[in-house]
């Protein structure tokens, strides 16, 4: 079982390591859109978690794994108090869906501070008594997804709980690459797909791994790639990070002298997403969805690692 589950990132890369979803819920349409487009056979519930009734869905019943690739948490004095709280009512609620789900194993993705900054240390106590009463065993730990192949430097906050008897089998997934894939490497092919001459030119400078990516706020402004420090590191890639583009550059595009846009495919790419991989919706819309998303092969990762210790 999946909740938030966004654009469903987290739910592929799992699928990929043999977990086959029994729902999935969000209570965005948009993402709800986008998962029931491309995996017509999933239960896709559109809810609020916080408003969610276990006992009204009995396929909850016995499950192997519950997920969470939570709303970002952010820390209250960054942001307004309202939003932080939505967020941390979202965090505390998906723990509490054990208490009815008893999933076997129960993973959470969010933001590397979680793991150990002092502003978080009320949420983690409340989590540790949660769990410890209900059974479970639990490690936080924090993965870099560019150590799993996908071309961007996103750290990952996770929470791996599995029940007593399934938890000294469990392992932390170890990196699959042993060289982070750059920019130019993961998008080379798709920035010269319409003829554009630079095309190998922009990949030889593009030789770092991208930026975060972050989906912004669905209450604020468009579309782009992330705060100032992160544009500028866009920009030593020969890229505009200030908005997306509609399409990747044409043979008539100069471009060797200026910054270029990359589109939300481009973007899904930095995020590993497979190709088929379809997203609903306006271009700000799909790129939020994109950025807000867990990369799959983390997921895959996580995944075989909870199956490992769930078979042992």
């Given at each position: 079982?999946?909740v938030?589950?966004?654009?469903?990132?987290?739910?592929?890369?799992l699928?990929?390591?043999?977990?086959?979803?029994?729902?999935?819920?969000?209570?965005?349409?948009?993402a709800c859109?986008?998962?029931?487009?491309?995996?017509?056979a999933?239960?896709?519930?559109?809810?609020?978690?916080?408003?969610?009734?276990?006992?009204?869905h009995?396929?909850?019943?016995?499950?192997?794994l519950?997920?969470a690739?939570l709303?970002r948490?952010?820390?209250?004095?960054?942001?307004a108090?309202?939003?932080t709280?939505?967020e941390?009512r979202?965090?505390?609620?998906?723990?509490?869906l054990?208490?009815?789900?008893?999933?076997?194993?129960?993973?959470?993705?969010n933001?590397p501070?979680?793991?150990?900054?002092p502003e978080f240390?009320?949420?983690?106590e409340?989590?540790?008594?949660?769990?410890?009463?209900?059974?479970?065993?639990?490690?936080?730990?924090?993965l870099?997804?560019?150590?799993?192949?996908?071309?961007?430097?996103?750290?990952?906050?996770?929470?791996v709980?599995?029940?007593?008897?399934?938890?000294?089998?469990?392992?932390?997934?170890?990196?699959?690459?042993?060289?982070?894939?750059?920019?130019?490497?993961?998008l080379?092919?798709?920035?010269a797909?319409?003829?554009w001459?630079?095309?190998?030119?922009?990949?030889?400078?593009?030789?770092?791994?991208?930026?975060?990516?972050?989906g912004?706020s669905?209450?604020?402004?468009?579309?782009?790639?992330?705060?100032?420090g992160?544009?500028?590191?866009?920009?030593?890639?020969?890229?505009n990070?200030?908005?997306l583009?509609?399409?990747?550059?044409?043979?008539?595009f100069?471009g060797?002298s200026?910054?270029?846009?990359?589109?939300d495919?481009?973007?899904?790419?930095?995020?590993?997403?497979?190709?088929?991989?379809?997203?609903?919706?306006?271009?700000?819309a799909r790129?939020?969805q994109?950025?807000?998303?867990?990369?799959?092969?983390?997921?895959?990762?996580?995944?075989?690692?909870?199956?490992d210790?769930?078979?042992?």
């Open positions: 079982m999946d938030c589950a966004g654009a469903g990132g987290l739910a592929l890369g699928e990929q390591a043999g977990f086959d979803p029994v729902l999935l819920l969000d209570r965005k349409p948009v859109e986008t998962l029931r487009l491309n995996r017509p999933w239960k896709v519930l559109e809810m609020d978690l916080l408003e969610f009734v276990p006992d009204e009995p396929e909850t019943y016995d499950v192997d519950l997920s690739g709303p948490v952010k820390s209250s004095a960054t942001v108090r309202a939003e709280e939505e941390l979202l965090l505390e609620a998906a723990v509490l054990t208490h009815s789900v008893q999933p076997r194993a129960l993973l959470i993705e933001v501070g979680l793991v150990d900054a240390e009320t949420v983690r409340f989590i540790r008594k949660e769990l410890e009463h209900l059974g479970y065993r639990f490690r936080w730990f924090v870099n997804a560019a150590d799993f192949g996908v071309p961007q430097d996103r750290k990952q906050g996770v929470l709980a599995l029940k007593k008897q399934y938890f000294d089998s469990f392992r932390q997934p170890v990196p699959t690459v042993t060289e982070h894939v750059p920019v130019g490497r993961a080379g092919h798709s920035m797909a319409r003829g001459p630079h095309a190998d030119a922009w990949a030889a400078r593009a030789l770092s791994v991208a930026p975060t990516l972050v912004g669905d209450n604020r402004g468009g579309a782009d790639l992330g705060p100032t992160t544009k500028k590191a866009w920009a030593r890639m020969g890229v990070g200030g908005a583009a509609d399409d990747v550059p044409g043979p008539d100069d060797a200026g910054l270029i846009k990359i589109t495919s481009q973007a899904a790419l930095l995020q590993a997403f497979p190709t088929d991989w379809r997203f609903t919706g306006r271009k700000t790129y939020r994109i950025g807000h998303a867990s990369p799959p092969p983390v997921g895959k990762a996580l995944g075989m690692a909870i199956a210790a769930l078979r042992a």
